[in-house]
């Protein structure tokens, strides 16, 4: 009973022995812990420290970090803040929805239908005409490109709108027959139309005529712009010239002798009217006179026409004549008969005029 004792008074003295050698620091030992099913296991660890009788075992049991959520309690530590927080807006990301594929289709046998573009206007884009001459009744090639919707070619006398038109391709070569009829030269146009809008290709054709197509003998193998026209006129000599008025288009002449044999031509609305002549007083030597009406208003407000024609020979006279044009390609002659049935050729495209006695 005694030894009992005695042996329990020493192991609670080797107790508070080793509890008082750990408390400064001269005793080491370990401890692992285990949990498994959710129940702690010991694992005794016994570690040798000097002066420990021998027998003593020093027992440790702490729950492992791998404890279930059960028979563990996490302590989480509170942040203090030193400085009221603001408030951060967060973004939250939508759901953006996937597209299904879908099975693809069979392609199409044949490419899908283009719009037909459409014209904005007419286009030429060459035009030849190889021939100079054509006689009444002879067939002519015209050579010709262009984009439209439609065309015609057109034909008239020189000078006139009396247009004889027919239907005729957007692009060459066109072949057509100039009738037998035919006494003049023509203008010629190929019209081509698109969008509303109007495109021309504009020629002239000279015709060779017979004889009986002229009033007068011996005239040019190309033909008229028309047929002759008789009309009143008045006439009158000058030292270095003469004046012409027609009837027929009131247009005035006047014809000098200067070399060259130049004309000049003054439509009506040239002629100024008898209150803005000069009215100044000329005293012609004897056998000359001051020229009046008409002559006399141009003689008198046009120094150049006065100082070219010098005083006039004779008081104007009135006269019948005929007249005809012939218009070509290069220029406009003019044929009339004076008051002496002498035959007057002007050029109008450079205005020289000469006289021809008739065959």
Known sequence: MFDAKKKHFSQVLLLLTALWLVACGELEFGVETKVSGGRPEVTVVTTTVAEIPEGMVLVTVTPSAQASAANQVTATPTAVATQPLTPTLTATPTMIPTATPTALRAAATSPPLLPTPTLSQPIVTSYTNIVDWISPG??????????????????????????????????????????????????LQIRLYAA??????????????????????GPPTTCPAGPPVTTHAAYQPFEHGWMLWL??????????????????????????????VPNNEYDPPDGRFVPTSGFGRLWRSDSWVREN????????????????????????????LNPDNELVVMNTYNSSWVVRSQP
């Open 138 to 187: 002879d067939s002519l090639t015209l050579q010709y490109e262009a984009t439209a919707e439609s065309a015609l070619l057109c034909l008239a006398p020189p000078m006139s709108d009396q247009w004889d038109c027919r239907s005729a391709p957007t692009s060459g070569p066109f072949t057509f027959t100039v009738a037998p009829t035919y006494r003049t030269n023509l203008q």
């Open 196 to 217: 509303g809008y109007e495109s021309l290709i504009v020629d002239f054709l000279t015709l060779l005529c017979p004889e009986s197509a002229w009033f007068f003998a």
């Open 247 to 276: 009837e027929s288009s009131d247009m005035m002449y006047a014809f000098f002798d200067t070399p060259g044999q130049t004309f000049a031509q003054f439509y009506p609305s040239q002629i100024p009217e008898s209150s803005i």
């Open 309 to 336: 024609l010098g005083w006039a020979l004779q008081p104007e006279s009135g006269f019948e004549t005929t007249m005809q044009t012939d218009v070509q390609r290069d220029a406009s002659y003019f044929y009339l």
